[in-house]
């Protein structure tokens, strides 16, 4: 007589086993929500132009994730928000004048090499914006130029790049910048990267939501406000303050949604600190030593790759068996 035998299976995973009831759609969506208020201040600015680049970007993003997916063989994402978020997001660290193929290649790359070729969303080591970004601007930087992608534009205030005014003349040329103004987006910049408070509102709508946690963004800032209070101390005519990098450049948008993408950041409080605190200090160095007059992606991308190590620095608590 032979017994017969069941086999079960023996899914082992990491914790937390409690689910919270979120998903990734309802994620991605809720970020997409954060982002309305900067997308309709680039289509009040830039108008139409505007709307062209957001409309390709996230085009772009979600065919390259579909065809790249079937390919692949993979299961489809499509619906999910994540190639849209990915797309809308890029959209808007980008200027409106930069022509159609340009913003195609960046929502491809993006999707392309910066996430799927890494297994898709949940794998990528660094923020899929971030990657096509970077070759954007290291490929094709005239378009990325701010001081003159606005210049053909009829708008109510200088259409010159302000992080580009201080590393040619100093503090002495943005002195007559006002602060309001800049946090209020009358500056050049990404479409929606420079509507500062808006941004800003964007963050705290995520933080009340529990889509992110408070700890990378705070620590960010924190970073870019320490570390330039301390040029700024050193030398306040060649050095700008700690409130103007703040409020220019792609620091608010990077410490709210760039910085926060889940695969590439920690997931512990203290490497959040420090993955934040170390991303806002570099991203100062970079606009003082660097080529280039903003250096948050370039920051966030370094942090990204120390990530795996960060996550592991963990407090030892007393009595607690190795």
């Not at 392309?112 to 890494?118: D, L, P, R, S």
Request: a positive charge; charged letters at 10%; glycine letters at 10%.
């Amino acid at each position: 007589m032979t017994l017969g035998t069941k086999v079960q299976k023996l899914i082992v995973s990491p914790s937390p086993h409690i689910h919270c009831g979120s998903s990734i759609t309802k994620t991605m969506y809720t970020f997409i929500v954060a982002l309305i208020p900067a997308v309709i201040f680039a289509i009040n600015s830039y108008g139409l132009h505007a709307a062209r680049v957001i409309s390709l970007a996230i085009a772009g993003a979600m065919i390259a994730e579909f065809v790249i997916q079937k390919i692949m063989k993979r299961d489809s994402s499509f619906y999910d928000g994540s190639a849209l978020l990915t797309g809308l997001l890029l959209a808007l660290i980008i200027p409106p004048s930069v022509p159609w193929w340009f913003v195609l290649m960046g929502s491809f790359i993006s999707i392309i090499i910066g996430k799927q070729i890494f297994g898709g969303i949940g794998y990528a080591p660094l923020n899929p914006v971030l990657v096509g970004w970077a070759i954007l601007r290291i490929s094709w930087g005239d378009y990325l130029n701010f001081d003159i992608a606005i210049i053909n534009y009829d708008l109510a205030f200088s259409y010159e790049y302000p992080l580009s005014i201080l590393k040619k003349v100093g503090a002495s040329g943005i002195s007559g910048l006002d602060i309001m103004d800049l946090i209020f987006g009358k500056q050049s910049g990404g479409l929606g990267a420079s509507a500062i408070i808006w941004i800003f509102l964007g963050g705290v709508f995520l933080l009340l939501r529990g889509v992110i946690s408070s700890m990378i963004p705070v620590a960010f800032i924190l970073g870019v406000a320490i570390t330039s209070a301390l040029f700024w101390g050193a030398d306040s005519v060649k050095y700008a303050s700690p409130l103007f990098h703040i409020v220019t450049g792609n620091v608010m948008i990077g410490a709210f949604f760039l910085a926060t993408h889940y695969s590439s950041s920690p997931v512990n409080k203290i490497p959040q600190l420090l993955f934040g605190f170390g991303a806002g200090a570099l991203t100062i160095i970079f606009r003082v030593w660097g080529v280039y007059p903003d250096g948050v992606v370039f920051a966030l991308m370094i942090m990204s790759l120390l990530n795996p190590i960060l996550d592991k620095i963990t407090p030892k608590i007393p009595g607690l068996a190795k």
